[in-house]
């Protein structure tokens, strides 16, 4: 069985200090890991994802995470908070063989402050 | 392009009545998802349909809730005799089928469905 874990609820940081968001999964076979981003009534959009190409991904707005499979974990950075980064983030994680369900966290409510 | 089309955006009914959603993916798209979002709460998984196969109905709460997928395109979600209970933003996702290129889901705005 497959399953995500977000091990915060909520992170609140400064502006212009780190971002550290974690999340560790559990699979079956070779996931599939995704972040997704949610802010304040507004849809659901893609930050990155991961391919099996490279353990470390860039995604969108300088955000980064890296597949690390001995920690079975997929912990989303990034160096310096800005106050728009304030949102709800999703860890997703999909398996790739039998099915395809796919699972997200329960999600990290990220407080930025100025 | 087009993304996903939900409809309504917004459903206001009453207790005990039937409702229908709505969900149009992009186009060549063979997975589709639905997913409820309550509020404050994370996205739970309701059902997912990937081609011609029989759908993945494992998240579904109760028989109340059913969907279909006709011509592997446009999806219906129903519930029947609606409770409070049921009030969330239900999206619907769609990709390419899985394992073409770890295909991400592409999101709806979702329906915000309230029970009075």
């Known amino acids: 069985a497959q399953s995500v874990t977000q091990l915060d609820s909520h992170v609140s940081v400064s502006e212009g200090t780190p971002v550290l968001l974690r999340c560790n999964y559990s699979s079956s076979y070779s996931p599939s890991l995704f972040w997704y981003v949610q802010h304040p009534n507004k849809g659901l959009q893609l930050l990155l994802k991961y391919t099996s190409a490279a353990t470390l991904v860039k995604g969108i707005n300088g955000f980064e995470a890296e597949f690390k499979k001995s920690e079975t974990s997929f912990h989303l950075t990034k160096p310096s908070a800005h106050m728009s980064d304030a949102a709800e983030y999703f860890c997703v994680v999909r398996m790739d063989t039998g099915g395809f369900k796919t699972i997200f966290g329960a999600g990290t409510r990220l407080f930025v402050k100025a | 392009g087009a993304g996903v089309s939900q409809s309504p955006s917004n459903k206001v009914t009453e207790k005990g009545k039937d409702v229908e959603l709505r969900c149009d993916p992009i186009?060549?798209?063979?997975?589709l998802y639905w997913y409820r979002q309550s509020l404050g709460q994370g996205l739970e998984f309701l059902i997912y349909?990937?081609?011609?196969?029989?759908?993945?109905k494992s998240g579904l709460p109760s028989d109340r809730f059913s969907a279909e997928r006709t011509g592997g395109s446009v999806s219906t979600l129903t519930i029947q005799r609606t409770q409070q209970e049921d009030s969330a933003v239900y999206l619907c996702a769609s990709s390419l089928a899985p394992g073409q290129g770890n295909s991400p889901l592409h999101f709806g705005n979702g329906t915000r469905l309230t029970v009075t």
């Open positions: 349909f990937q081609g011609n196969s029989a759908p993945d």
């Open positions: 186009s060549g798209h063979t997975a």
